[in-house]
């Protein structure tokens, strides 16, 4: 479950960099949001903070990122 939840992490954390584009930020409700949510969940039950923490932070920037283009932009 540890390498899942990293693997999901780095490839939320690409998409992310993908989704930081002008008019790409829809990418972030498909190829980020949802694998560093289930990388997150993975992380938390295999006790892995490393894991943790690369999941919590694309979560943070997606929002972030989310939250100043309105949604989707």
Known sequence: MRLAAILLGI???IGLLLGLLP???WLNWLLVLPPAV???ILAVLARDRG???LNV???GLAALRLFLGGGVL
């Open 11 to 13: 490839l939320a954390a």
């Open 23 to 25: 008019l790409l930020g």
């Open 38 to 40: 289930l990388g997150l």
């Open 51 to 53: 894991a943790t923490t």
């Open 57 to 59: 932070v694309v979560l």
